[in-house]
């Protein structure tokens, strides 16, 4: 990973945050002036450079030497991608504004506190990696930013060519997945505001309350939690181009503010009292019918109209099924690029088989395919046999031969009369294979019993689930109600003990049902462990599942699980994953 690089005249102030970024595995290089820091930046950007390049730049604003602010500005000319933290006093707010202004990252108020300086700076690692892999994937699909030569596409096409020297407002319709953001990047580059700043916000996708703040910013202490003042994606698009995806979905208060910028170009950030001024081309998306949502009163009348100057409608991908051999090769191609292999073939016949589905989910479906085939596709030529079952129109569990068998069953596990309730499928399966399925699925629910702790044994990893309950002695229960009803077994009150009676194993994917079972097995043993002995396993398995999810990576790990990176670090201790 590039190193943090730190730049402060204030050896405490670098020796902090060197221990505390060390301890998170992130490398650092420190610098005492900002001419030091340009002289290394031009180095590392040389091809045959030693040091790598930074991947964050955390400076003071003011150093002897010169001025935290000309230095964002002389390294925005030599890497415009590379985040800027900008550390400042809280009285000089006025340097942190004009950091802002001249396109720094966030700023960091001193005194700072040193976990929240730490995930300030992690924010901003993983913004540059995820602007990294975009920009190494613009390089993969090369200058082509979308393909397509159905009349509808070439539609589109030449209404962007028509647009490229226009400011104007655009209303861009399709169902989801069909490319609406690439259109709007498309009119962007080739507008007059090429140079300036796209930004994409999708309004669906931010909670009502959080989503003022996102459009227009707030001023410090506008609300709990405001501790610095924030630009909104408005000011950040100053003089480029903002997309409002799902335009649709915006709350109906919101916008009355955002038909005001529309008008006049003015708004106030949350908390505040000046009017800000923006000069922001705003380009809209939905893949809902407006005139619709007008009539139905939740959407306004006067902003669709504002919005609905050029409307540029996306055909779905079933409307240009000429497109998909095309886009096919060009996804197999981008995934072998960033897997870092040969391209995969297709055959005629899996094209064929291809172009006839649908893909309700569009372009984006259809490139989410292909980075499957190119994954699991066992050979280097992709045939029929390998597609997806939903393109070779199957459940999606007859793709698993494993499955096919469990499939016929349906088990319901009623506790208060011990009982599994089992039938086959009307005209699928025959009632002797049905219970061969369903004896095994029991056994396996009891070939995955754990030994007791505290020296007692619940039942034996090598009893089969018959000998458990004693099935031979038990009279036998007609499950009435269907043709093909199976007889199954009820297990007698003494076989497992009080606890136990009354209650037959669960069908394999019944987990919860199978928990219950071992829960009262355990509890059966009265030592006081169970809770300990099932949420320690528990735990373990979620664990480590989190962390192969994650290749091992904690903190990735604990927020998939919803936990903090502390507690984590502690389960993994505590429960011997280390």
């Keep these: 990973m590039k190193p943090i690089w730190i730049v402060d005249d204030d050896q405490s102030i670098r020796f902090v945050l060197e221990k505390a970024l060390a301890r998170e595995n992130l490398p650092t290089r420190s610098f005492t002036n900002p001419k030091d820091v340009l002289n290394a930046l031009r180095e590392a950007l040389q091809t045959d450079a030693d040091e790598p390049q930074p991947q964050v730049l955390v400076s003071d604003i003011r150093m002897p030497g010169g001025s935290g602010l000309d230095l964002i500005a002389k390294i925005k000319e030599l890497s415009p991608s590379l985040p800027i933290i900008i550390m400042t006093a809280f009285s000089d707010l006025d340097s942190a504004v004009s950091a802002f202004q001249k396109g720094a990252f966030e700023y960091l108020p001193k005194p700072f506190d040193l976990p929240k300086a730490v995930e300030l700076i992690r924010r901003a690692v993983d913004e540059s990696q995820r602007d990294e892999v975009e920009l190494e994937a613009a390089k993969v699909s090369g200058s082509q930013e979308m393909l397509g030569q159905a009349p509808a596409m070439q539609d589109v096409f030449r209404a962007i060519g028509k647009l490229s020297q226009s400011n104007v407002t655009v209303l861009i319709t399709g ?44 001023e410090r202490g506008a609300f709990t939690g405001a501790q610095t003042m924030r630009r909104g994606r408005f000011e950040q698009a100053d003089g480029g181009t903002l997309f409002l995806d799902e335009i649709g979905d915006m709350p109906f208060d919101l916008q009355t503010r955002l038909l005001r910028v529309l008008s006049d170009g003015h708004f106030y950030r949350v908390g505040g009292h000046n ?66 292999a040969e391209s995969k073939r297709i055959s005629k016949e899996a094209l064929a088989k291809i172009s006839q589905f649908d893909f309700p989910g569009n372009v984006r479906q259809l490139e989410n395919m292909c980075h499957w085939l190119t994954v699991m596709a066992p050979a280097q030529q992709i045939d029929v046999k390998d597609l997806p079952p939903e393109v070779l129109g199957l459940a999606p569990s007859a793709a698993s031969p494993a499955s096919s068998a469990s499939s016929t069953l349906t088990s319901v596990v009623r506790p208060d009369r011990g009982v599994i309730e089992s039938a086959a ?75 136990m009676a009354g209650l037959a194993p669960p069908a394999a994917s019944d987990w919860e049902a199978g928990l219950e079972i071992e829960a009262l097995a355990l509890l059966a043993q009265q030592d006081g462990q169970t809770w300990d002995a099932l949420t320690r396993r528990f735990e373990s398995r979620l664990i480590q599942a989190a962390l192969t999810t994650t290749r091992g990576r904690r903190i990735e790990a604990a927020v998939k699980l919803g936990i903090g990176r502390n507690t984590i670090t502690r389960k993994i201790q505590e429960l011997g994953l280390e």
């Excluded at 009119?187 to 459009?215: G, W």
């Excluded at 893949?287 to 609905?308: A, C, I, P, T, W």
């Design 175 to 218: 169902e989801s997945g069909s490319g609406k953001e690439l259109v709007a990047r498309a009119l962007h580059k080739h507008s007059p505001r090429a140079q300036a700043s796209f930004i994409a916000i999708n309004t669906a996708a931010i909670p009502k309350d959080l989503l003022e703040s996102e459009l227009f910013g707030h």
């Design 275 to 340: 009017p800000v001024k923006s000069n922001v081309r705003v380009i809209a998306a939905t893949h809902q019918n407006l005139e619709q949502r007008v009539k139905e009163g939740s959407f306004r009348e006067d902003l669709f109209h504002r919005l609905n100057v050029i409307r540029l409608r996306l055909p779905p991908l079933r409307e240009r099924r000429e497109d998909i051999a095309g886009l096919v090769q060009h996804f197999l191609q981008v995934s072998a690029k960033q897997l870092g």
């Design 425 to 499: 499928m009307a005209g699928q399966a025959s009632p002797a294979v049905v219970h061969s399925d369903l004896q095994d699925a029991m056994n396996s629910i009891a070939l995955g019993a754990h030994s007791m702790p505290g020296g007692g044994q619940n039942h034996s990893k090598n009893t089969p689930i018959s000998a458990w309950h004693e099935s031979a002695k038990a009279p036998p229960l007609n499950v009435a109600g269907q043709a093909g009803a199976v007889a199954l077994y009820a297990p007698p009150a003494s076989s497992a003990g009080p606890a």
